[in-house]
């Protein structure tokens, strides 16, 4: 193999690792904020459901008119 090939290969196995490792990272931070929004997706549903219990009406829901 000549030195040119070899140097060739190495510095493309250099970029490699740090694609690698920087998809690495990419795939970590957004596990972080996948966990985040899952557990923001449970505190809205307990919230719709304790909403939903106490018989609340949504906001901006004031019924019909007195006339009808």
Do not use: N
Not at 21 to 43: F, H, K, P, T, W
């Amino acid at each position: 193999m000549s030195d040119d090939t070899q140097e060739s290969l190495e510095i493309r196995l250099a970029y490699q690792e740090q694609a690698i490792e920087r998809l690495g990272d990419v795939i970590y931070a957004q596990s972080r904020e996948i966990e985040a929004l899952q557990e923001r997706c449970r505190e809205l549903e307990a919230r719709v459901t304790a909403l939903a219990d106490a018989g609340a009406r949504p906001e901006g829901d004031d019924g019909p008119p007195p006339h009808y």
